[in-house]
Protein backbone atom coordinates (compact mmCIF):
# COMPACT_ATOMS: atom_id res chain seq x y z
CA UNK A 1 0.00 0.00 0.00
CA UNK A 2 1.09 3.54 -0.89
CA UNK A 3 0.21 6.54 1.15
CA UNK A 4 -1.27 9.08 -1.02
CA UNK A 5 -1.76 12.51 -0.22
CA UNK A 6 -5.52 12.40 0.67
CA UNK A 7 -4.82 9.94 3.26
CA UNK A 8 -1.70 11.95 4.15
CA UNK A 9 -4.38 15.61 4.30
CA UNK A 10 -6.47 13.14 6.63
CA UNK A 11 -3.69 12.90 9.25
CA UNK A 12 -2.57 16.40 8.82
CA UNK A 13 -6.13 17.13 10.10
CA UNK A 14 -6.30 14.82 12.96
CA UNK A 15 -2.81 15.69 14.45
CA UNK A 16 -3.97 19.61 13.62
CA UNK A 17 -7.46 19.26 15.72
CA UNK A 18 -4.92 17.36 18.68
CA UNK A 19 -2.69 20.02 18.88
CA UNK A 20 -5.60 22.24 18.96
CA UNK A 21 -7.15 20.94 21.75
CA UNK A 22 -4.40 20.97 23.80
CA UNK A 23 -3.63 24.95 23.24
CA UNK A 24 -0.52 24.48 20.54
CA UNK A 25 0.98 25.44 17.36
CA UNK A 26 2.41 22.53 15.79
CA UNK A 27 4.34 21.44 12.47
CA UNK A 28 3.20 18.22 11.22
CA UNK A 29 4.84 16.34 8.57
CA UNK A 30 4.02 13.08 6.88
CA UNK A 31 6.38 11.27 4.88
CA UNK A 32 5.67 7.95 2.75
CA UNK A 33 7.80 4.82 3.22
CA UNK A 34 11.43 6.56 1.56
CA UNK A 35 10.97 9.26 3.80
CA UNK A 36 10.46 11.57 1.01
CA UNK A 37 7.75 14.38 2.12
CA UNK A 38 4.25 14.29 1.20
CA UNK A 39 2.25 16.76 2.87
CA UNK A 40 3.45 19.16 5.48
CA UNK A 41 1.12 21.55 7.95
CA UNK A 42 2.73 24.72 9.61
CA UNK A 43 -0.09 26.06 11.80
CA UNK A 44 -0.25 29.67 12.51
CA UNK A 45 2.23 30.69 15.05
CA UNK A 46 4.06 27.70 15.17
CA UNK A 47 7.95 27.78 15.69
CA UNK A 48 10.18 27.99 12.18
CA UNK A 49 12.42 25.72 13.90
CA UNK A 50 9.79 23.08 14.12
CA UNK A 51 9.22 22.81 10.22
CA UNK A 52 12.87 21.07 9.88
CA UNK A 53 12.32 19.12 13.27
CA UNK A 54 9.13 17.68 12.26
CA UNK A 55 10.52 16.39 8.97
CA UNK A 56 13.45 14.92 10.25
CA UNK A 57 11.27 13.20 13.22
CA UNK A 58 9.27 11.77 9.80
CA UNK A 59 12.18 10.82 8.34
CA UNK A 60 13.78 9.02 11.00
CA UNK A 61 10.78 7.00 12.41
CA UNK A 62 10.84 5.67 8.68
CA UNK A 63 14.29 5.41 8.53
CA UNK A 64 14.94 3.86 12.05
CA UNK A 65 11.62 1.88 11.14
CA UNK A 66 10.93 2.99 15.16
CA UNK A 67 9.23 5.63 16.83
CA UNK A 68 11.86 8.56 17.64
CA UNK A 69 11.18 7.82 21.60
CA UNK A 70 12.54 4.76 21.42
CA UNK A 71 16.01 6.40 20.44
CA UNK A 72 16.04 8.70 23.27
CA UNK A 73 17.43 6.51 25.89
CA UNK A 74 19.73 4.44 23.55
CA UNK A 75 21.24 7.64 22.40
CA UNK A 76 22.08 8.59 26.11
CA UNK A 77 26.01 8.96 26.70
CA UNK A 78 27.33 5.32 27.50
CA UNK A 79 23.90 3.65 25.81
CA UNK A 80 23.95 1.63 22.89
CA UNK A 81 23.32 4.12 20.80
CA UNK A 82 25.19 7.17 22.03
CA UNK A 83 25.80 10.02 18.93
CA UNK A 84 23.07 8.12 16.51
CA UNK A 85 21.90 11.88 16.11
CA UNK A 86 24.84 13.09 14.64
CA UNK A 87 24.98 10.85 11.64
CA UNK A 88 22.92 11.02 8.32
CA UNK A 89 24.17 14.72 8.28
CA UNK A 90 22.43 15.12 12.30
CA UNK A 91 19.30 14.56 10.88
CA UNK A 92 18.61 11.61 13.30
CA UNK A 93 16.29 13.16 15.94
CA UNK A 94 16.04 11.32 19.09
CA UNK A 95 13.25 13.80 20.71
CA UNK A 96 9.92 11.79 20.26
CA UNK A 97 7.00 12.99 18.15
CA UNK A 98 7.79 10.28 15.03
CA UNK A 99 6.03 7.80 14.51
CA UNK A 100 6.33 5.50 11.33
CA UNK A 101 2.69 4.55 9.94
CA UNK A 102 2.18 0.74 9.62
CA UNK A 103 -0.03 -1.15 7.72
CA UNK A 104 0.15 -4.73 9.25
CA UNK A 105 3.56 -4.75 10.06
CA UNK A 106 5.03 -3.24 6.53
CA UNK A 107 5.78 0.31 7.18
CA UNK A 108 4.02 2.64 4.20
CA UNK A 109 5.24 5.98 6.40
CA UNK A 110 5.86 8.44 9.45
CA UNK A 111 4.74 11.17 10.88
CA UNK A 112 6.62 13.52 12.36
CA UNK A 113 5.60 16.44 15.01
CA UNK A 114 7.25 19.75 16.42
CA UNK A 115 5.43 21.99 18.54
CA UNK A 116 5.24 21.58 22.46
CA UNK A 117 7.59 19.04 24.80
CA UNK A 118 8.22 15.79 23.11
CA UNK A 119 5.84 14.44 25.12
CA UNK A 120 3.41 16.78 23.27
CA UNK A 121 4.77 16.07 20.36
CA UNK A 122 4.19 12.58 20.46
CA UNK A 123 0.39 12.07 21.76
CA UNK A 124 -0.40 14.79 18.51
CA UNK A 125 1.10 11.87 16.39
CA UNK A 126 -0.70 8.97 18.34
CA UNK A 127 -3.74 11.09 17.56
CA UNK A 128 -2.46 10.68 13.34
CA UNK A 129 -1.66 7.05 13.88
CA UNK A 130 -4.81 6.29 15.56
CA UNK A 131 -6.94 7.96 12.23
CA UNK A 132 -4.44 5.92 10.32
CA UNK A 133 -5.41 2.86 12.03
CA UNK A 134 -9.37 3.42 11.74
CA UNK A 135 -9.08 4.41 8.19
CA UNK A 136 -7.56 1.08 7.52
CA UNK A 137 -10.42 -0.98 9.90
CA UNK A 138 -12.86 1.68 7.98
CA UNK A 139 -11.90 1.98 4.10
CA UNK A 140 -13.65 4.60 2.46
CA UNK A 141 -15.27 5.55 5.37
CA UNK A 142 -15.55 9.05 7.21
CA UNK A 143 -13.60 8.92 10.25
CA UNK A 144 -14.36 11.01 13.49
CA UNK A 145 -11.37 10.75 15.32
CA UNK A 146 -11.59 10.98 19.21
CA UNK A 147 -8.35 10.92 21.15
CA UNK A 148 -8.65 9.40 24.77
CA UNK A 149 -6.17 10.37 27.56
CA UNK A 150 -6.56 9.27 31.15
CA UNK A 151 -10.81 9.15 31.94
CA UNK A 152 -11.59 12.27 30.01
CA UNK A 153 -12.61 12.32 26.43
CA UNK A 154 -11.69 15.13 23.84
Same mark, same amino acid.
Given at each position: ??????????????????????????????????????????????????????????? $? =? +??????????? *? &?? !??????? #?????????????????????????????????? $? =? +??????????? *? &?? !??????? #???????????????
Amino acid at each position: MKLSLETAKRLLSAAEQKSRQMGLASNIAIVDDGGNLVAFQRMDHARLAGIGIAQDKAW $T =S +VSMQMPTANLS *Q &AA !QPGGPSY #GINTTNRGRVVILAGGIPLKVGEQIVGGIGVSGG $T =S +VQDAEIANAAV *Q &AF !QAMQANP #GGNVNVRARIGSVRF
